[in-house]
């Protein structure tokens, strides 16, 4: 059975870090592409980053590029998000997921996917 639970969440100043972390059991990680994204309230949901499975190359989107960094231990079978320089526009609920490649990412059915940890960005 695929679980994925997200973990590493919390309440962070304008400017500060989080990393995310994403525990995957089930499956083995490194034979799926993975993902993270977002869903603040009242917006719709939005891919962040995706790694690929192969050679693991890494995407983002734009308003995200230079601040998050997503990387995966496949002999933990974790994934992890690095957010750094974090705004007040990223807080959302975070979540990790399965899907079937980064190819036409963020534009994706995403197969399976955690509970979500909460990011808030406030001073």
């Known amino acids: 059975q695929v679980r994925l639970v997200e973990s590493g969440g919390g309440l962070v100043q304008p400017g500060g870090s989080l990393r995310l972390s994403c525990a995957a059991s089930?499956?083995?990680?490194?034979?799926?592409?993975m993902a993270w994204f977002r869903r603040a309230p009242g917006k719709e949901r939005e891919g962040v980053a995706c790694?690929?499975?192969?050679?693991?190359?890494?995407y983002y989107t734009d308003s995200v590029k230079g601040r998050f960094t997503i990387s995966r231990d496949n002999a933990k079978n974790t994934l992890y998000l690095q957010i750094d320089t974090l705004k007040p526009e990223d807080t959302a609920v975070y979540y990790c997921?399965?899907?079937?490649?980064?190819?036409?990412?963020?534009?994706?059915?995403?197969?399976?996917w955690g509970r979500g940890t909460q990011v808030t960005v406030s001073s």
């Open positions: 790694i690929s499975n192969n050679y693991g190359n890494t």
């Open positions: 089930g499956f083995t990680l490194d034979y799926y592409s």
């Open positions: 997921a399965t899907l079937p490649g980064c190819l036409n990412w963020p534009v994706v059915t995403y197969d399976n």
